[in-house]
Nanobody
Framework: QVQLVESGGRLVQVGGSLRLSCAAS????????MAWSRQAPGSDRLFVAA????????YYAESVKGRFTISRDNANNTMYLQMSSLKPEDTAVYYC???????????????WGQGTQVTVSS
């Protein structure tokens, strides 16, 4: 059974940094891409960043480009999201997921994890 477990979220000050982790297990062999999305209160879940299996290709939402870095450690089945220069609008529950395709265009192939809360306080 596919399992994605996010961790690392917490309260952080504006301008601070944070690293999120996603531990994956039983991912289908056909999944090429892992990704992060986030959902702020009262808003839709939005794409944040995605990374190819080889980690050679990444793609970011414009709102986080230059501030967030996605990476993965295939040996340990873990994906990361390094976040810096955090803003109040980054406050959200962050979810990891995986799919088939490329970081720019993929079809989700796993259920959502439980998410991890990031709160950026001014």
């Amino acid at each position: 059974q596919v399992q994605l477990v996010e961790s690392g979220g917490r309260l952080v000050q504006v301008g601070g940094s944070l690293r999120l982790s996603c531990a994956a297990s039983a991912l289908p062999s056909s999944t090429d891409v892992m990704a992060w999305s986030r959902q702020a209160p009262g808003s839709d879940r939005l794409f944040v960043a995605a990374i190819s299996r080889s980690a050679g290709d990444t793609y970011y939402a414009e709102s986080v480009k230059g501030r967030f870095t996605i990476s993965r450690d295939n040996a340990n089945n873990t994906m990361y999201l390094q976040m810096s220069s955090l803003k109040p609008e980054d406050t959200a529950v962050y979810y990891c997921h995986a799919g088939r395709g490329t970081p720019r265009a993929f079809t989700q192939a796993t259920p959502w994890g439980q998410g991890t809360q990031v709160t950026v306080s001014s």
